[in-house]
């Protein structure tokens, strides 16, 4: 089994590196959340050009069929430099619930239009009263005609802010989780900044025309199995994100003089950086374990598996996130500053998908890792 | 993880699994997965055992009883023979003195030890740490002086791991007291029934007899015991410490543990406090393992000898996972862990004992000593610093 990066990986991160540290300085990013967008057209271009946009996707949708390792390398390179861009909204989270559960003609409609950086999408699904549950939800769908119709708040709806498409879970007569296609033209939306900078929105729907994604009864088990590829892209974009805000602060201790000396040499400072580099590694092993479980066709297993890398990146990028700071001192507190910008997305990809509670009660419910035999 | 592991590698571990479990005796798995110390015997007979099927010395050259092995077959190997509850071979034989003469040994040297040392004909003892040489191991003051043929010994060396086992000791004594530090070391073999030798028990807080204190006064050792060249033994030691990148991690031993918990946790186990911390430390194993294998996958590109900050991560992380899993079990006992007993006998009568009663508290009592040894914790996260933070 080869646990480390082909070739082809290798370069595709090295190309996406090279595009995100030209057009990523933190200025330029500041700049960029305070914009009516909160995002770079130009960039999702770009990333429409590097083949970015239809990664995962089947080829005869315009798609690259790409697997979980190229979707960790392009993570992984997100976390580093922060991106803003609607990326996990629309490709993996939208385009990968129409990829799974579309029917052939929707997955024509719109897949290359994602891919080509034409389409974006959104899928809301959490609200007010749910939490981290897919199936706690109060969004109703009933049928009118030849279409359906759906009723229903959802809340922190990443890219819900501009998506021209929404992927919207709700309860159908039968009392399944369906999901449905709503035109972006056709909700009331409450946009906003999040608190790490990317843009979402809660989204009101009343009656609101609709048409089935697929067949309605089985929207669940797309949900989970697209979630299962989200939270294994978020493992990655921490882990990217970690690494930098370590290596932010390991340049920032050799360089900070206090009482005369660079502050690296204090070892109470020494030992909680390596502290953070142990955090870092077991974070990146089980990122890695995440993107290795998601070829897995036992789907009990592979989700324990996602769930657990959630569990400790999520444990880690709260050391990590936090020492940063810490460690930082003053300037770590300030928007200027990019530390703190590094906790702020940690902290948000921390309640993405599931939190660690809600992680740690749901991989123990399945009995754990460990078995024997 | 099976799924980090390729289908080769998968089917590999079943052999090695298959093999332990049919060839190594019942009896003396059985005692170790209740919690037990195997005897003398048991570790003997099991290398014995091994030997016969070149399984005891995989990683020694093929020549002396080695394998051509992958690195990560390597792993499979003691990762499996842990979970079968089989005694691995004699640490101090198979995966420290023996590389050692085999790699810097002449010929002689070799010949002598070698077949013996795989086929534990000879326990070997590491005489290594010092009442002032533990973290500091280059300032270490036992002295060998030449003599003739002979090197006479006076010294004391401590922590000696089942010394009151041992034959023979592998010792870094100073040759030449003008050298720099590391520089006028040397590594000899000493038979430990020589005229001189001294082995004293120290009991540790868990009750046991595990470590001695082994001191050496005017002891004679001929020369050529001497293993290489003279005051290179501080190489040929830090080759042996760093010969394993990823054994301190213990993954084995952990797994073991929470099976054991799991097994003997009952209605804890639906208990949501006791749950989550299982879950956690399950958790966390799992990123170990796979940082074990991270490493393993990237030994080919690295030379030997070239620093790891990752295996520092295993040993920091995999002794601090041991001891809460040690932890965990006492947790799972409560009450019926507190009395000391030597065994499970009760009067008639009285309740059979729940398992673990007897070994609980002791065994997390002993493995506070695993962020001690191999280098202890702090060292290990200086290791890191230095790494990261290049000073």
């Given amino acids: ?373 | 993880m099976d799924v980090a592991l390729s289908k080769d590698d998968r089917a590999f571990a079943e052999r090695m699994r298959e093999f332990f479990t049919s060839e190594i005796p019942a009896e003396i798995r059985d005692r170790l997965a209740r919690g037990e110390h195997p005897t003398r015997e048991d570790v003997v007979t099991s290398q014995r055992i091994l030997n016969a099927h070149q399984l005891a010395v995989p990683h020694w050259p093929l020549e002396w009883g080695g394998q051509e092995w992958t690195p990560v077959q390597r792993h499979l190997w003691a990762e499996e023979m842990t979970r079968a509850h089989v005694p691995h071979p004699i640490v101090f034989n198979t995966a420290m003195v023996g590389p050692v003469i085999a790699t810097f040994g002449n010929q002689e040297v070799k010949e002598r030890f070698l077949p013996a040392t795989a086929n534990a004909d000879i326990w070997w003892s590491q005489g290594f740490s010092e009442p002032n040489a533990g973290s500091d191991l280059a300032s270490l003051k036992t002295t060998a002086v030449r003599d003739g043929d002979e090197y006479v010994v006076n010294g004391q060396k401590t922590w000696t791991t089942l010394a009151q086992y041992g034959d023979w000791i592998f010792c870094l004594v100073r040759t030449d007291p003008s050298a720099q530090k590391q520089r006028g070391i040397s590594f000899l073999l000493v038979d430990l029934r020589s005229p001189g030798v001294t082995v004293r028990p120290i009991q540790l807080i868990d009750g046991g007899h595990e470590v001695n204190e082994v001191f050496f006064e005017d002891v004679r050792v001929p020369a050529d015991q001497l293993v290489g060249e003279e005051n290179k033994g501080w190489t040929y030691a830090k080759f042996l410490l760093g010969n394993e990148r990823t054994s301190n991690a213990g993954i084995g031993i952990i797994k073991n543990r929470i099976l054991r918990i799991k097994r003997l946790a009952g209605p804890l186990l639906d208990d949501a406090l006791f749950r989550a911390r299982l879950t956690r430390l399950e958790v966390e194993t799992a990123a170990l393992e796979m940082s074990v294998l991270r490493v393993l996958a990237r030994e080919h590109s690295l030379p030997p000898g070239t620093p790891d900050p990752v295996s520092s991560v295993l040993k920091l992380r995999g002794s601090e996972l041991q001891q809460e899993a040690s932890e965990l079990l006492v947790d799972v006992l409560g009450p019926s862990a507190l009395a000391y007993r030597e065994d499970a006998a009760v009067p008639d009568g009285f309740a059979p004992l729940p398992e673990g009663a007897v070994d609980a508290l002791p065994t997390y009592f002993n493995w506070r000593k695993a962020s001690i040894y191999a280098g202890s914790n702090e060292v290990q996260r200086q290791i890191i610093a230095k790494a990261i933070l290049k000073f």
């Fill in chain 1, 1 to 373: 089994m080869d646990l480390e990066l082909t070739d082809e990986q290798r370069m595709l991160g090295e190309t996406l590196a090279g595009l995100l540290e030209k057009k990523y300085d933190a200025n330029a990013r500041l700049a960029l959340i305070e914009s009516d967008l909160g995002w770079s057209r130009e960039l999702w271009r770009q990333y429409a050009e590097l083949g970015l946009l239809g990664l995962p996707f089947d080829e005869q949708y315009g798609g690259a069929g790409m697997g979980p390792g190229e979707l960790a390398v392009v993570f992984e390179a997100f976390g580093r430099s922060l991106v803003l861009e609607p990326y996990l909204a629309t490709v993996v989270l939208g385009g990968g619930l129409v990829a799974a559960a579309g029917s052939p003609e929707q997955k024509a409609d719109l897949l290359p239009r994602v891919a080509a950086g034409e389409l974006l999408l959104a899928f809301a699904s959490t609200e007010a009263r749910s939490r981290f549950s897919l199936t706690e939800i109060e969004s109703t769908a009933v049928e009118d005609g030849a279409g359906w119709r759906v009723s229903g708040e959802k809340i922190a709806v990443l890219g819900g802010d501009s998506a021209d498409t929404i992927v919207v879970s709700a309860r159908t007569p039968s009392g399944a989780v369906g999901l449905f296609l709503v035109d972006g033209a056709d909700v009331r939306r409450d946009p906003y900044r999040m608190q790490d900078g990317l843009r979402g929105a809660d989204l009101l729907f009343d009656d609101t025309p609709a048409q089935a994604l697929g067949v309605p009864d089985d929207g669940l088990a797309a949900i989970e199995s697209v979630l299962d590829v989200a939270t294994a892209a978020l493992c990655a974009e921490a882990v990217g994100a970690m690494e930098r805000a370590l290596w932010l602060t390991v340049d920032y201790l050799k360089t900070r003089v206090q009482f005369g000396q660079p502050i690296s040499v204090f070892q109470s400072l020494q030992h909680r950086a390596a502290n953070m580099y142990v955090s870092l590694e077991q974070a990146r092993s089980m990122a890695l374990l995440a993107r290795l479980a998601l070829a897995d066709d036992a789907v009990e297993q592979r989700r324990t598996m996602v769930r657990a890398a959630k569990l400790q990146v999520d444990l880690a990028a709260r050391h990590v996130g936090q020492e940063a700071v810490q460690l930082h001192g003053g300037i770590g507190m300030t928007m200027e500053y990019p530390v703190g910008h590094y906790l702020k997305r940690l902290t948000v990809i921390g309640k993405t998908v599931a939190d660690v509670d809600r992680l740690t009660e749901l991989i123990g419910a399945a009995g754990g890792l460990v078995a024997p035999g």
